[in-house]
């Protein structure tokens, strides 16, 4: 502007009149300029107003107002101010009202560049052209919000100016999602049993770049879209078996295509680790579509990691690498689990959907596969053998078939002929193989097998009693089956202490107390019935026959004792059945002896009886050995139940024969006093008895 140059020389020139004149001029010239701009600011940002004109011309001159302006206040201060012939002051009260015009000057240029910001977003939005798009909503943002502007924050058009930004930049915002979502298509639709899941990206990269760029710069959230992909995608392609297609013969789209059950299915069913990584690698080559460069140190796959990884992960290795480790040695050995895993984090940094020093997860996971790799074959071995001991003990096996009870009584340290139950000698392979296993490994892995198998047999102590606990008290055979099975497998552990196995302190005696004490609880079960039985065994005195109740329950108790021979016989050691069996019988003989010794007053039809009753048991009770003779020998009461057979159909003089003064006999098994007890009650009371009883001495 001509004018401007007049002051600048005047200044040059000294002429202090003629700068005032001309400062007043430029002060005139500014209310001038702003008066025009006021007018449109009114109409366009107060009353919103329809308006024609543009402010191109606007800024154009207020541009040039502004530099010239700040030139002049640049020499008047500088330069010419200690020269001017005027007074200080009132060139001061000059420089302050040109001072004061510049400020309104500049708000006045300010809005009008606003003002032509907010145009260039139209175009630019109109264009398509995103990026550029958030670029001018960012300058516009900067300039509302510059908070040292006091002057343009208090008029009455900043209020208006500034929600015409905010409902440009949501519209823009809308606009990009809008966009977003149609070149990024992701849906999935659920039928009866099945889902499919689809996802679609648009191969026109340069749109797709201008608008995940504009996107992402303007801090868009995609926790929605991460959370589709995680739910509908990711978990499901780790967790169960997913049909996975990529079909990129589409000019516009590259297509993803998932199907997969909703049902809840077997473990069985559960995808193998490989056939998870190909599917993840899968989705990955269709959502790198998407990764795109939004800065220099920020791509697309950086932010879906920091919003997916540690739940993806979380689920990759709960869900899929927890199963993947080897369940035996052999397995493990041709296993290439833990180059797998490392290629595949590799992958996933290279992406880059992992960063390669902070997200170590995987990598951790791989260093721990050897050991959770023992832990894994030692639980399964473990879970194996309580599945063995689950199963019935009834089905059964002969062991140690030619130790017989001739040759354990040459050599004790033979374990004898007898049953054992089939999970028993299952169990003893397993813990074999696990030893034979040990030389294959190295000596860590080779101590934690060895360490399994005091482990097992303890197990078998309490796991085996509280499975079958109603079977082993109330059936013999299980009883019996459980105390070879608990002798065999001591006997096995004493055999086998050389391999380097820890019995774990006492873990052999254990065992053999175990087998011991549930076997002798069944005899104290068995010596119980037996004598419930023998209440019908009454001899009250007073009655003239004994009746069918005694004979019956004799006969009651030996079917009872041939059932455990049935059953004892051919499961137990030959030793401990006839010891077992002996026992019983002589607990038998004592209480049928005790209770005929009991009676005060025999009568001679009772005592016949009696003698029936004997006879019963004379005959038949030695059937219950291999060896009948055995019963003389191993059944203390038995000489003085057949001896007392005898007392009770002889006469006074038979019995006093073989008293024989304390010499006969008799007196091997009977007290004077017993003797003496019998005479009384089967003799009436005559010279002959008491001569009799005399002699018994």
Not at 142 to 168: A, H, M, P, R, W
Not at 241 to 255: I, W
Not at 324 to 338: C, H, W, Y
Request: hydrophobic letters at 40%; one cysteine or more.
């Amino acid at each position: 502007m001509k004018f401007l140059r007049e002051v600048v020389e005047v200044s040059n020139e000294n002429d202090s009149v003629d700068a005032k004149k001309n400062i007043a001029k430029i002060l005139t010239e500014i209310k001038r300029y702003q008066s025009k701009t006021r007018s449109f600011i009114d109409a366009n940002y107060v009353d919103f107003l329809p308006n024609l004109s543009t402010n191109e011309l606007y800024l154009e001159d207020g541009e040039k107002l502004v530099r010239e302006v700040e030139n002049l206040m640049e020499i008047v201060e500088n330069d010419t101010k200690n020269d001017l012939n005027i007074a200080v002051d009132e060139l001061q009260q000059y420089v302050e009202e040109l001072r004061e015009a510049a400020l309104g000057l500049r708000v006045s240029y300010k809005i009008l560049k606003i003002d032509e910001l907010f145009q260039s977003l139209e175009s630019a939005k109109s264009n398509n052209e995103y990026l550029e798009a958030m670029n001018i909503a960012d300058k516009i943002k900067s300039l509302i919000t510059d908070v040292s502007d006091k002057i343009f924050t208090g008029l009455d058009c900043y209020q208006n100016v500034k929600i015409k930004y905010q409902v440009e930049s949501e519209m823009l915002m809308h606009k990009l999602r809008l966009c977003f979502e149609e070149l990024v298509q992701m849906s999935e639709k659920s039928f009866q049993n099945t889902k499919a899941v689809n996802v679609k990206i648009s191969k026109n990269s340069s749109h797709l770049h201008q608008t995940i760029v504009a996107l992402f710069n303007a801090k868009y959230n995609p926790k929605q879209l991460c959370d589709f992909l995680l739910e509908n995608v990711f978990q499901p392609i780790i967790t169960k078996p997913v049909s996975v297609e990529l079909k990129d013969d589409d000019e516009d789209f590259v297509q993803l295509n998932l199907s997969y059950s909703i049902k809840d299915l077997a473990e069985d069913l559960r995808p193998n680790y490989k056939t998870v990584f190909k599917s993840i690698k899968t989705v990955m080559t269709c959502l790198s579509y998407i990764n795109v460069q939004i800065s220099d140190t920020l791509c697309v796959f950086n932010i879906f990691g920091e919003k997916l990884k540690e739940q993806f992960l979380n689920l990759l290795i709960g869900e899929c690498l927890l199963y993947a480790i080897p369940d035996t040695m052999d397995e493990m050995n041709d296993s290439t689990l833990v180059e797998d895993i490392i290629d595949f984090n590799e992958y996933l940094v290279r992406l880059p959907f992992l960063k390669v020093d902070q997200d170590r997860d995987l990598i951790k996971y791989a260093e721990k596969i050897g050991l959770l790799f023992q832990n894994r074959f030692c639980t399964n071995i473990l879970d194996n053998a309580i599945d063995i001991m689950h199963k019935d003990l009834h089905d059964m096996i002969l062991v140690a078939e030619s130790n017989t009870s001739t040759e354990t009584a040459k050599n004790p340290s033979l374990f004898p002929r007898c049953m054992i139950s089939k999970s028993t000698l299952e169990i003893i392979n397993l813990m074999e193989k696990v030893i034979r296993q040990t030389s294959t490994v190295d000596d860590e892995i080779s101590q934690r097998l060895l360490s399994t198998i005091p482990i097992i047999l303890n197990r078998y102590l309490t796991e085996v009693p509280m499975y079958h606990e109603k079977l082993l008290h109330n059936i013999p055979q299980q009883t019996a089956l459980f105390h070879n099975n608990c002798m065999y497998l001591a006997y096995w552990l004493t055999k086998y202490a050389s391999k380097g196995i820890d019995p774990s302190e006492n873990t052999t005696k254990n065992l053999q107390n175990m087998g011991t004490e549930y076997f002798v609880n069944q005899f104290k079960n068995q010596r119980t019935q037996l004598m419930e039985i023998l209440q019908g065994f009454d001899l009250s005195d007073g009655v003239s026959e004994l009746g069918i109740g005694p004979q019956k329950a004799i006969r009651q108790c030996l079917r009872q004792l041939d059932l455990l021979k049935n059953v004892w016989q051919t499961i137990l050691p030959n030793a401990v059945y006839t010891k077992t069996m002996s026992n019983l019988l002589n607990d038998l003989c004592s209480e049928i002896i005790r209770r005929i010794l009991s009676m005060e007053d025999i009568s001679s039809a009772i005592a016949n009886e009696l003698v029936e009753i004997c006879s019963i048991m004379i005959e038949r009770a030695p059937t219950i050995f291999k060896d009948p003779l055995q019963i003389n020998v191993n059944v203390k009461t038995w000489t003085k139940l057949t001896q007392l057979k005898m007392v009770l159909g002889a006469s006074l003089a038979e019995i006093t024969d073989q008293w024989s003064e304390g010499k006969g006999p008799l007196t091997l098994n009977f007290k004077a006093e017993e003797i003496k007890h019998l005479i009384r009650a089967l003799f009436q009371n005559t010279d002959r008895r008491a001569k009799a009883l005399a002699s018994i001495i």
